[in-house]
T-cell receptor, first 117, second 112 residues
Framework: GAVVSQHPSRVICKSGTSVKIECRSL??????MFWYRQFPKQSLMLMAT?????????EQGVEKDKFLINHASLTLSTLTVTSAHPEDSSFYIC?????????????FGPGTRLTVL | DQQVKQNSPSLSVQEGRISILNCDYT??????FLWYKKYPAEGPTFLIS?????DKNEDGRFTVFLNKSAKHLSLHIVPSQPGDSAVYFC???????????FGTGTSLTVIP
């Protein structure tokens, strides 16, 4: 099946610093990429949708100036958490939508665990 | 507004028995439905999907049933195995737009 990678898998940073997370579709071109956040024992919360070459669409309540999304190519999207604070600590997951074989679905990355001290 | 709902947060099943996970949706524009499996600290993995033109799709031990009139779908796992223990999310997408809408997940525990 299709593969989506995320880097880094785990990051620990000090409060006030910025953290960049990369999401790559390795064997297909993703028309759309999504960024999710998951709190412990809760569902996936969609943060934003990004299409290559255009601005990301943010969900209500998500600060676009804090969570910067860049979708530079059909295989790469980045999420930058600016001036991170402890409440931003979470598990961030990206996904890429594309057709791999006969199935049009979202393929998820392995996630990035962010811990802000 | 939760358009896709999984009303059972958890389910325990004996190994070898059938696991049935349920999902309800409210948006009649949804025309494609998917089930994902998720282990802790990992991204979700696609399991099986079904188009609204079908009412059943089977793949090995996994079968998804869709009841459009009731706006209900279910995932059947038979026989259940301990390795199936995970959180299962159902998702739906409309015939227009890009977004996938996820349920809140059901944590399945298969007891050896």
């Amino acid at each position: 099946g299709a593969v989506v990678s995320q880097h880094p898998s785990r990051v620990i940073c000090k409060s006030g610093t910025s953290v960049k997370i990369e999401c790559r579709s390795l064997d297909f071109q993703a028309t759309t990429m999504f960024w999710y956040r998951q709190f412990p024992k809760q569902s996936l919360m969609l943060m934003a949708t990004s299409n290559e070459g255009s601005k990301a669409t943010y969900e209500q309540g998500v600060e676009k100036d804090k969570f910067l999304i860049n979708h530079a190519s059909l295989t790469l999207s980045t999420l930058t958490v600016t001036s991170a604070h402890p409440e931003d600590s979470s598990f961030y997951i990206c996904s890429a939508r594309g057709a791999a074989g006969a199935t049009d679905t979202q393929y998820f990355g392995p996630g990035t665990r962010l811990t802000v001290l | 507004d939760q358009q896709v709902k999984q009303n059972s947060p958890s389910l325990s099943v004996q190994e070898g028995r059938i696991s049935i996970l349920n999902c309800d949706y409210t948006n009649s524009m949804f025309d494609y439905f998917l089930w994902y499996k998720k282990y802790p600290a990992e991204g979700p993995t696609f399991l099986i999907s079904i188009s609204s033109i079908k009412d059943k799709n089977e793949d090995g031990r996994f079968t998804v049933f869709l009841n459009k009139s009731a706006k209900h779908l279910s995932l059947h796992i038979v026989p259940s195995q301990p390795g199936d223990s995970a959180v299962y999310f159902c998702a739906a997408t409309p015939n227009t737009g890009n977004q996938f809408y996820f349920g809140t997940g059901t944590s399945l525990t298969v007891i050896p």
